[in-house]
């Protein structure tokens, strides 16, 4: 976490406890994120139908095993121009392919994370996106934050966080149809905790649900949907926190 973000934070009574983003290469960020972005569809039919089959996908400490026996033969294509990608860039420690098995070592835990963990690879491209908006942008991704000095319990995750034009912003991230109005009012309740002086709150998901969209008005909370237009995407994150 940027140094200046986090100071921030201590002054007033939190404490940071980890960083995701912090542990994540510039290489992998870059490589990931400009594979994603230019080849939406290609990575949508890699996440909905290899990352997200728990019989195709088995992971051992830093490494990812995909058994392609699981796995219709029409995905074939999807695997391999998504793992031709990822060799060309040399963003993993090794890559290989023996009797219908790939084997990904990743660099490191945090890094394997991103295939791993649903929706990581939705926090990383928001990270990315707000990162690169300015300098005067402060951002992190998957942080860990003790809230308030006494509360020693209460340590809570945020997908995403930062400051931008004086004024903090607090994003959730969802791969998933798997959410409610809960979400909605986590961002509420903890955007209190880190500031007093207004929170830009926003909800970002690939999965649209139109009662969640309208309901999102009640929380104060920003609902976007992640359709793989990253243009539209990156330019209401813009419109959202560039023009306060």
């Known amino acids: 976490m940027d140094i200046s973000l986090a100071n921030d934070l201590e002054l007033k009574g939190n404490q940071i406890k980890s960083c995701v983003s912090d542990h994540v290469s510039e290489t992998f960020l870059d490589t990931m994120m400009n594979f994603i972005i230019t080849y939406p569809l ?24 995909i058994f392609t026996n699981y796995l219709p033969e029409t995905i074939n294509l999807t695997i391999i121009h998504t793992l031709d990608y990822v060799k060309r860039s040399d963003i993993l420690e090794s890559v290989s392919y023996i009797d219908g098995i790939y084997y990904l070592k990743f660099n490191s835990e945090n890094e394997i994370e991103f295939f791993k963990k649903t929706g990581s690879w939705l926090e990383l491209l928001t990270y990315y996106t707000i990162k690169h908006f300015t300098e005067h942008v402060l951002v992190s991704q998957g942080n860990i934050i003790r809230l308030g000095r006494r509360r020693i319990h209460n340590i809570k995750e945020f997908d995403v966080l930062g400051k931008c034009n004086q004024k903090y912003f607090l994003i959730e991230c969802k791969d998933t149809l798997n959410y409610n109005e809960e979400d909605y009012n986590r961002l509420k309740k903890f955007s209190k905790k880190i500031s007093r002086e207004g929170v830009e709150k926003i909800f970002i998901t690939t999965k649209y649900d139109e009662l969640m969209y309208e309901k999102a008005n009640n929380y104060n909370v920003t609902f976007i949907h992640y359709d793989g237009d990253y243009d539209s995407f990156k330019n209401r994150l813009k419109q959202l926190l560039l023009n306060n």
């Open 42 to 65: 290609v990575w949508k039919n890699f996440v909905e139908n290899v990352l997200k089959n728990s019989f195709a996908v088995s992971y051992e400490g830093r490494l990812c095993m």
